[in-house]
């Protein structure tokens, strides 16, 4: 069966950087582009990232531009999210979705793994 | 980037009573628009995708409308275990966007 299992969240101070991990299983990866969400404690779903099934292109959010990167690795199953000069405002549940094509619906998401940004 | 205006914010429901939800895009999408529900502590969970296409496995209730730029989700006869939060979200261009959410409640 399809598992998206994230990791990599945790506690970090403003300024300070984060590596997110996403291990997928139960499906060809490198077939699926794969996304981000968040969704900050007691708000709605926001789409973060966008890497296409072979790396050829990527879209990210203007809130995190220039500051988180999505990538993958065709060869170990993971998809993974550097965050850097974390906000306050980043404080959020991700989860790793994916999606078949570039206009399909995401079908599958992981549990999802808390980043909190505090002092 | 595409705004999606969902309505109404929140809806207090009685079991069995009909639940329409409508998503308004800012501009039109065609029929890339897709319905999620997700429950306290858990994941986002597919409903419909491509505004009407059932998904396998979820309830003969739940139905989607829509294309261009209004679309509707429809739950025929609420049942309890439904409350939850709704969402609708577009991938008609990049960014993606997400409705700001319904949250249904069971009176």
């Known amino acids: 069966q399809v598992q998206l299992v994230e990791s990599g969240g945790g506690v970090v101070q403003p300024g300070r950087s984060l590596r997110l991990s996403c291990a997928a299983s139960g499906f060809i990866f490198s077939n699926y582009d794969m996304h981000w969400v968040r969704q900050a404690p007691g708000k709605g779903l926001e789409w973060v990232a966008v890497?296409?099934?072979?790396?050829?292109?990527?879209y990210h959010a203007d809130s995190v531009k220039g500051r988180f990167t999505i990538s993958r690795d065709n060869s170990k199953n993971t998809l993974y999210l550097q965050m850097n000069t974390l906000r306050a405002e980043d404080t959020a549940v991700y989860y790793c979705?994916?999606?078949?094509?570039?206009?399909?619906?995401?079908?599958?998401w992981g549990q999802g793994t808390l980043v909190t940004v505090s002092s | 980037e595409i705004v999606l205006t969902q309505s109404p914010d929140f809806q207090s429901v009685t079991p069995k009573e009909k639940v329409t939800i409508t998503c308004r895009a800012s501009q039109s999408i065609g029929s890339n628009l897709h319905w999620y529900q997700q429950k306290p502590d858990q994941s986002p969970s597919l409903l419909i995708k491509h505004a009407s296409q059932s998904i396998t496995g979820v309830p003969s209730r739940f139905s989607g409308s829509g294309s261009g730029t209004d679309f509707t989700l429809t739950i025929n006869s609420l049942e309890a275990e439904d409350a939850a939060t709704f969402y609708c979200?577009?991938?008609?261009?990049?960014?993606?966007?997400f409705g700001q959410g319904t949250k249904v409640e069971i009176k």
């Open positions: 979200l577009q991938t008609g261009s990049f960014p993606w966007t």
């Open positions: 979705a994916r999606a078949y094509t570039s206009a399909s619906e995401l079908d599958y």
């Open positions: 890497i296409w099934y072979d790396r050829s292109n990527k």
